[in-house]
């Protein structure tokens, strides 16, 4: 017998190629590993491309930056130390480096075998050739701020549409690579929808696109979509990752906390397109800032965003400790590309930060009032976290303005209307007083949320190995790390505004390495992978970029522009090598499998907040309207069992919140979403700046059974039912059309059909099956549908949901 598992399986077979994106992070490093030797064999070495990885890899962990476990007194990572002693530039055989690790003597050989780790052939040829080159060191790339430079040639001049795309074309000449013909008109709308708004496009948005002869329609699509809330929303989604939002506290209860209005500013401050540097100094400091606002407090939440414990055990000074190294690590990852929540115990083993670096970071927040929650913290959902305030948020502020403005022009208008005129008296206070009403539920609407306050810094010493019992490493003041440079101190003690202005001044501080780490992330975006892959990490065990040249452009691009987000997406958009059709020749494939030299785009599938907008958008119940708390979709029974302090019931929302947009779920951080949690959404308990994409089978029964996606499916059933006309051929072509901006090809047609078919006689024998089926969730069924019909074309739907095509972006 036909059934949706069955057909959705041959569809997806049908596009097997898919799973090309699907591949798990680690596998892909590997196969990277594979392709620098390929790409770079018919250069001379180069030091941070080609030997510094294998350094840091093999070597800096006995013979870099961490004094504490160096051994022989010898650095590699230092030019000057490894010339005088084991490297002789030009002279492989004289090389002390050389002959350990190619020596037969087990005592001998370097690595030594008891760490575990050892050099291939490869490696060993590329360290010969680098001495015999000179064994010439660069500075390591990510601390050198990003500089112009000049715009290469190319042969086909036809081809790129701006300079992005002559930095691409070059790199594919110089490999013997062409870039792949431009994407069709559907996928490139359908790409574009995703990765700007994160929805897709309507069937008259795609036709309007496809049958457009202006030549301006693709630019004026980008400004539309650019211009959108919905942009807010979907670039948020990624922001709330970096800086590990969720709604509760993680820790012990993982009870709720009062947050939202954070998350919402994230929305409204991308929409409105703020600075990169405001945004910056808004959330690390904004109740520092002369004239500070509300909105500028509601930002700090940013600073309580870690998880927390009240729990009666807790040691104060202990999780203060887990508190401080918790922040730097987020900031360091967020916006220095930087893993320093390695020194909190010891010096970094592979790049220049130190123990004292990482407590310096640690001191510029100490002034942060947060030890309150010990003492006030409650088991209430939520939880008290004070200091918390209540606030309204750009939008609600907006709204009761409008309401004010709407009163003052009912009361006008009844003041000066004649009072012989009963009857538009009446009506007018009648407005008035519903006006009045909508505008005080909305004043009493206001919610909590945490914020930072500034108190008398605590002192900060550095922790011998972490350990916050031992009191005695020496006493530091708020620095940046030493070999980064000062931060420009507006009092006689630097704070947290004096750090996020170091962060983002490209002059005299590392605004230029932090325009380089958001520009390889807004390229990620775009294209599926990051110029370095090693979206999180610029330091010596992350991947050197494939095009550091492009990248450094990009982030003086970043900055020059006044640290415009829009502009750099609409860039990267706008370019040829985006435009790029996804599909890659065998050749292709093996030359370059992971999409390193963008002679193509990438496919891949939509994150797990877009896979069910997706779905909801399709079915016509996604809901855009903006409410502020979050939303409880549904959710298995007993999820929450385990969950005590207190004990909870999940009870998912009965009203339209249930069809809110993903960034507006519910994140609940030890239990997270089943749905979010089979489509790889990060619990946030740290910065994650890359979701894994992985392809299992629950992420098919979630799509399959998750009553979320059986409640779209029947709604889109019926309008499939009602708009698609009355033959199966064209409801299906209409169904199609909906969910994929396409009309099915025969083999679709066929097994969709034999799937129908079989359901309504099934459906039509067995009714209560039928009616189980099309009850799910809340959404009202049509009576005036037959109810087996209409259950055989929800499987129809079902399976149209569950296609690969439907879920990935091409």
């Known amino acids: ?29 590997s196969l990277f590993l594979v392709l620098v030797p390929s790409v770079a064999a018919a250069d001379n070495v180069e030091f941070n491309r080609d030997i510094r990885p294998i350094l840091s890899d093999k070597c800096f962990a006995c013979h870099g930056p961490d004094k504490n476990h160096r051994e022989a007194d010898l650095r590699l990572d230092i030019e000057e130390i490894a010339k005088a002693g084991v490297v002789e530039p030009g002279m492989p055989e004289e090389s002390e480096l050389f002959a350990r690790i190619t020596s037969r003597d087990a005592d001998e050989r370097m690595p030594p075998l008891d760490s575990g780790k050892s050099l291939t052939e490869t490696e060993i040829d590329s360290l010969r050739r680098w001495i015999e080159q000179g064994a010439e060191y660069q500075p390591y790339w990510a601390y050198v701020a990003p500089r112009l430079h000049p715009i290469p040639a ?65 630019e004026e699509v980008v400004d539309r979509l650019l211009n959108s809330d919905r942009f807010g929303e979907r670039m948020a989604m990624y922001w709330l990752d970096l800086v590990r939002y969720a709604d509760t506290v993680g820790y012990h209860g993982d009870q709720d906390h009062s947050i939202s209005p954070y998350r919402d500013w994230v929305i409204d401050a991308f929409n409105d397109n703020m600075r990169f540097d405001d945004f910056t100094r808004a959330q690390l400091a904004g109740d520092l800032r002369p004239h500070s606002n509300i909105d500028d407090k509601i930002a700090t939440g940013y600073n309580r965003l870690l998880q927390t414990s009240h729990e009666g055990g807790v040691q104060p000074k202990e999780y203060l400790a887990i508190y401080a190294a918790d922040r730097v690590r987020n900031l360091s990852a967020v916006w220095m590309g930087a893993t320093m929540g390695c020194c909190q115990c010891h010096d970094h083993k592979f790049d220049p930060y130190t123990a004292k670096d990482f407590y310096s970071m640690v001191a510029f927040f100490a002034d942060i009032d947060e030890a309150q929650h010990f003492t006030k913290g409650t088991n209430s959902l939520p939880a008290a976290r004070p200091p918390e305030i209540a606030v309204h948020t750009k939008r609600e502020r907006e709204r009761i303005a409008d309401w004010d403005a709407s009163i003052a022009t009912i009361t006008s208008e009844l003041e000066n209307t004649d009072e012989n005129n009963a009857d538009t008296i009446s009506d007018l206070k009648q407005r ?14 206001a919610r909590k949320t945490m914020i930072s306050v500034p108190i008398k810094p605590r002192t900060i010493r550095v922790l011998p190995r972490g350990n916050w019992l031992d009191n005695s490493g020496p006493i530091v003041e708020p620095a940046v790390p030493k070999f980064l440079g000062k931060v420009a101190v507006s009092d006689r003690r630097a704070n947290r505004l004096d750090l996020s202005n170091w962060l983002t001044d490209a002059e005299h501080g590392s605004g230029g390495l932090t325009a380089r780490v958001f520009a390889n992330r807004f390229w990620y975006l775009l294209f599926g992978v990051g110029l370095s892959s090693s979206l999180d990490d610029f330091g010596g065990q992350g991947e050197p970029p494939m095009h550091p040249e492009l990248l450094d452009n990009l982030a003086v691009e970043f900055h020059e522009s006044g640290w415009n987000v829009k502009h750099m997406m609409k860039l990267i958009v706008m370019s040829r090598a985006y435009q790029q059709s996804s599909v890659e020749s065998d050749d292709l494939r093996k030359r370059d499998p992971m999409n390193r030299l963008y002679a193509r ?32 979709p549904y959710q298995p029974s007993g999820y929450y069992r385990h969950l005590n302090f207190p004990a909870r019931k999940y009870s998912h929302h009965t009203d339209h919140r249930q069809w809110l947009r993903g960034v507006y779920v519910h994140w609940q951080r030890q239990f997270l979403h089943p749905m979010l949690k089979a489509m790889d959404a990060p619990s946030r308990e740290e910065c994650t700046a890359e979701r894994p994409r992985s392809n299992t089978p629950l992420s098919a029964l979630v799509l399959l059974n998750d009553p979320t996606f059986i409640e779209a499916a029947r709604v889109f059933a019926e309008q499939v039912m009602r708009d698609g006309g009355d033959r199966f051929d064209s409801r299906l072509r209409f169904a199609f059309r909906q969910a994929v901006s396409r009309e099915p090809d025969q083999l679709e047609a066929d097994l969709l059909k034999n799937l129908h078919l079989a359901n309504v006689d099934r459906y039509a024998a067995d009714r209560e099956a039928a009616k189980q089926l099309i009850s799910t969730g809340q959404a009202p069924v049509a009576e005036d549908l037959d109810a087996a019909e209409l259950a055989s074309w929800t499987s129809v739907t079902r399976t149209i949901l569950n296609m690969s095509e439907t879920v990935t972006r091409n």
Not at 12 to 21: P, S, V
């Open 1 to 29: 017998m036909y059934n949706e598992q069955r057909v959705a399986r041959v569809l997806i077979a049908r596009l097997i190629n898919d799973t090309e994106a699907m591949i798990n992070q680690d596998f892909c490093c």
């Open 154 to 218: 190319v042969k086909d001049a036809s081809w790129p549409i701006g300079w992005i795309d002559r930095f691409v074309l070059a790199r594919l000449e110089k490999e013997g690579l062409q870039p792949s013909p431009p994407a069709d008109q559907v996928t490139l709308i359908r790409r574009l929808y995703f990765d700007l708004i994160g929805l897709p496009p309507t069937p008259d948005e795609v036709d309007q696109f496809v049958e457009s002869k202006n030549g301006h329609s693709y």
């Open 432 to 445: 008035l007083a519903d006006a009045t009403a909508t505008r005080e539920v909305l004043q009493k609407n």
């Open 601 to 632: 785009q990438s496919r891949f599938r939509l994150p797990a907040e877009t896979v069910r907008d997706n779905a909801l958008a399709i079915s016509g119940l996604l809901v855009l309207d903006y409410v502020g708390l979050s939303a409880k």
